[in-house]
């Protein structure tokens, strides 16, 4: 569930895989490929059928239709058998497009080594097969690729979210109500690759050292010592087992987060970092 409503993906990935088994060369994915294309669109029929069967015997309130929804023709497409099968079921149906947009090299690259060479498609694959495969479907990707366009006049009334580089600009059209517009926070606030929370007690403070609880004191001679000690720690953190190569820069990612009393605000106050945000709910 999500904000408790009823919510399913289908993966027109995992139908793919069912009907032709994990692997499938980048070949397949080719525009040209008259073949592939014929069995994408049949995973495609497939994946529409159990959602709308979903939808309508299941009680299901929102369902993500997760594929390579990325030329014009095939959001027509999708389109107008949404709107007869809401037409025949009286479904009430809202659609909502979100476009991943990367032309990040950077990002494109961290992206495919951190997550797309688990996928399924790759069980048991070499490392740098998988990931030359890839490439070259991203290539074929490239080669058919159709964003939804805002000049055209069908386009321009469909509700969508479109986001660039993960998060970097965030661009909506007719996202109208209380649901759509959570949902665009929820997309704001992803992110593609795993990262580390540390989370630090204060140190020593003198309320500590009094045996007392609560009040707003400083932090004594051992807290300080402390405070130094986690901004050493934080300057060279543990490396990450599935990038030890990549370099850990504190005052470009991290970002603090203390309480707004002293002895929370003096221990972190010396930690090397992006920004330090205040929070009265951690007091």
């Known amino acids: 569930t999500w904000m408790g409503h009823h919510v399913k993906i289908f993966n027109l990935g995992d139908y793919r895989r069912k009907q032709k088994g994990n692997f499938q060369n980048n070949d397949f994915f080719r525009a040209d490929n008259a073949a592939g294309q014929a069995m994408r669109q049949q995973a495609f029929e497939h994946g529409f059928d159990d959602m709308i069967t979903w939808l309508r015997d299941e009680q299901g309130n929102q369902a993500i239709f997760d594929g390579t929804n990325s030329t014009c023709s095939r959001r027509r497409w999708f389109m107008q058998r949404l709107s007869a099968s809401d037409e025949q079921y009286n479904l009430g149906i809202k659609v909502i497009f979100i476009e991943l947009i990367c032309n990040d090299p950077e990002i494109v690259e961290r992206n495919v080594l951190t997550n797309k060479i688990h996928l399924r498609d790759y069980e048991g694959m070499d490392k740098t097969q998988a990931v030359m495969d890839f490439r070259q479907r991203i290539e074929h990707y490239e080669a058919a690729y159709e964003g939804i366009n805002e000049g055209d006049f069908e386009e321009s009334h469909l509700s969508y979210v479109k986001i660039y580089n993960v998060g970097l600009q965030v661009v909506t059209n007719r996202m109208l109500g209380y649901v759509p517009s959570r949902l665009v926070y929820f997309l ?96």
């Not at 050292?209 to 130094?228: I, R």
């Not at 972190?268 to 007091?283: K, N, Y």
């Open 188 to 283: 704001m606030n992803l992110h593609i690759e795993a990262r580390p929370i540390y989370f630090v007690r204060h140190g020593e403070s003198e309320s500590n050292l009094a045996g007392s609880l609560g009040g707003d004191t400083g932090l004594t001679s051992k807290g300080v010592e402390f405070s130094e000690r986690l901004v050493d720690f934080m300057k060279n953190p543990p490396l990450d087992d599935d990038n030890p190569n990549q370099p850990f820069d504190p005052e470009r990612q991290l970002s603090v987060w203390t309480s707004t009393l002293r002895r929370s605000i003096q221990t972190a106050e010396q930690i090397p970092c992006s920004q330090v945000l205040r929070w009265r709910a951690l007091d």
